[in-house]
């Protein structure tokens, strides 16, 4: 079973790049699933209906999120509605929506978890007993388990990594929109990688206009951050192959691509 990951999808850019890629990199590595976070689709910030739609449309199976799940208020509309939709799993329960949903693939069950790091965050609840509670939920359901651990500080991933090292199928981290190239398969048959990378512009500061940002770290005043829309555009991604008898990986590999 091979399912591609896609980080951060910033803005228009983000959609074009994904636009772009997501066939030719579907076919040539074979992809069964496919799990990208939508937290920043809409402009930047948020996701609503309309741009759901389009990463449905473009073939992808879950949109996980993060911290910028409620920057829309739109987004309320469809979690607990769309099971496609999932928010981070440790924000307390009286939210709308889950971060835990399992999915049919071609006849194997494949249970996506979305967490969230407190390091640098908001602090919600602790997304390492939250994963706990949700692999017990899981149980014999679904042998493959891939988790989005949405998260600032590298330790915090990588301390999650090894926390469920073994007991799920992949821990890949989004958020801070940086590739990094620490994939590896951990001892258990867990696959990892701290981040998986934005998709959008990447003459930029994460997305965003390098003027903005630059006057906001140079001032110290706050700034209105817009999605920087110069080209080339980036597409990143990492793909997990799974063996969906054990749900134990096999092997990670990441995938950039540029887009004019
Ligand atoms: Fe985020």
């Not at 076919?27 to 976070?37: M, T």
């Not at 906001?216 to 817009?226: C, D, N, Q, S, W």
Request: net charge neutral.
């Amino acid at each position: 079973m091979k399912i591609l990951l896609i980080g951060d999808i910033i803005g228009k850019p983000g959609r074009h790049a994904v636009h772009q890629c997501l066939t030719k990199v579907r076919s040539e590595h074979s992809i069964d699933f496919i799990i990208a976070n939508g937290e920043n689709i809409a402009n930047g910030t948020g996701i609503q209906p309309d741009t759901f739609k389009i990463l449905l449309d473009m073939g992808v199976d879950v949109v996980t999120t993060g911290n910028h799940i409620w920057s829309k208020k739109e987004a309320r509309e469809i979690l607990g509605k769309d099971a496609r939709l999932l928010r981070p799993h440790n924000y307390p329960s009286e939210n709308p929506g889950t971060g835990l949903g399992i999915y049919d693939c071609k006849g194997t069950p494949i249970a996506v978890l979305n967490l969230m790091g407190r390091v640098f965050m908001y602090p919600i609840d602790c997304p390492f007993k939250t994963a706990d509670k949700a692999l017990e939920q899981i149980g014999t359901k679904a042998k493959i388990v891939m988790v989005d651990m949405h998260c600032e500080a590298t330790s915090e991933k990588r301390a999650m990594g090894w926390y469920l090292n073994g007991r799920v199928s992949s821990v890949t981290g989004t958020h801070t929109h940086i590739m990094t190239a620490d994939e590896e398969i951990l001892p258990g048959g867990t696959a990892y990688l701290t981040d998986i990378g934005m998709s959008g512009s990447p003459n930029s500061v994460i997305g965003m206009k390098q003027q903005q940002v630059l006057y906001r770290f140079l001032t110290g005043a706050p700034a209105r951050f817009e999605v920087s829309e110069e080209l080339p555009y980036l597409f990143q991604g990492v793909v997990v192959s799974v063996d969906k008898e054990t749900g134990k990986a096999t092997q990670i590999e990441r995938i950039r691509q540029f887009v004019n």
